[in-house]
């Protein structure tokens, strides 16, 4: 296969691996997660809480599959605002000491990753999130994300994301109401209701389109065009 051939395997792979349409879930606890940062877990706690957010609970999210040479099961610590209208969360992959975990920790993949996120009752849901590597994770349209630069310790990073989110959902919900969540039950419904739609979207595109694998892959034209034509012969091979 070429080397467009396998990035556009690659691509694919990796599209349907974080779209898996369903949201399935168990607990997580020091004795099923063993390798996870639980300090950076309580400290992220802490700061939420200052926040005035309610942890509701630590999941290992079992319908999204993890790079098994890369990391353990990774653990997210859930909370919510005092107000039901901000879901966060926080986590940080377990990464293994192999080949590709070192590649990982020397990539910056080992920094927390924390986003929070607001559904609101027109379809859209408002996200402002860090982490090392979201930009070339290509989202729905009815996802209005904002990044933040994650360079910077665990207590700012945190504050400054919830100031930001915060700042957003004031001009969000000017003309629509958020969907308030208060338990876990809510939480995770409300992520099974995402997961869903990105599944129908990505079908609704071919998975991806042009200008969204130009994201993921960094290329353009000519070079975009052989990836494009390879990733359409692939889904359509995979529709037949």
């Known amino acids: ?26 607990p997580a606890t020091p004795e099923t997660h063993p390798y996870a940062d639980w300090r950076a877990y309580d400290r992220a706690l802490q700061l939420f809480e200052r926040q005035g957010f309610q942890h509701v ?44 975990g070192l590649f990982g920790r020397a990539s910056g993949m080992g920094r927390p990753f924390v986003a929070l996120s607001t559904e609101l009752s027109d379809g859209r849901i408002g996200v402002t999130a860090a982490g090392a ?21 665990t207590d700012a990073l945190i504050e400054t994301l919830v100031a930001a989110h915060r700042t957003r959902l004031a001009r969000l919900s000017a003309s629509t109401a958020p969907v308030r969540h208060g338990t876990l039950a809510e939480v995770i419904a409300a992520a099974d209701r995402a997961q869903r739609r990105k599944l129908d979207y990505r079908r609704s595109v071919g998975w991806a389109t042009r200008e969204e694998l130009g994201v993921m892959s960094g290329m353009n034209g000519e070079h975009l065009d052989q990836l494009d034509a390879e990733f359409r012969r692939l889904t359509a091979e995979d529709a037949a």
């Open 1 to 26: 296969m070429t080397l467009y051939g396998n990035l556009a395997r690659r691509l694919l792979s990796l599209l349907r691996d974080a779209n898996p349409g369903r949201y399935e879930t168990r």
């Open 57 to 100: 609970g630590d999941l290992h999210v079992v319908s999204i599959p993890p790079m098994p040479a890369a990391m353990h099961p990774t653990m997210v610590r859930m909370f919510v605002g005092s107000d039901g209208a901000v879901v966060a969360e926080f986590s940080r992959l377990a990464l293994r000491w192999t080949p590709v």
């Open 133 to 153: 590597g979201l930009r070339r994770l290509v989202v729905p349209p009815w996802i209005e994300r904002e990044l933040v630069e994650d360079a910077r310790p």
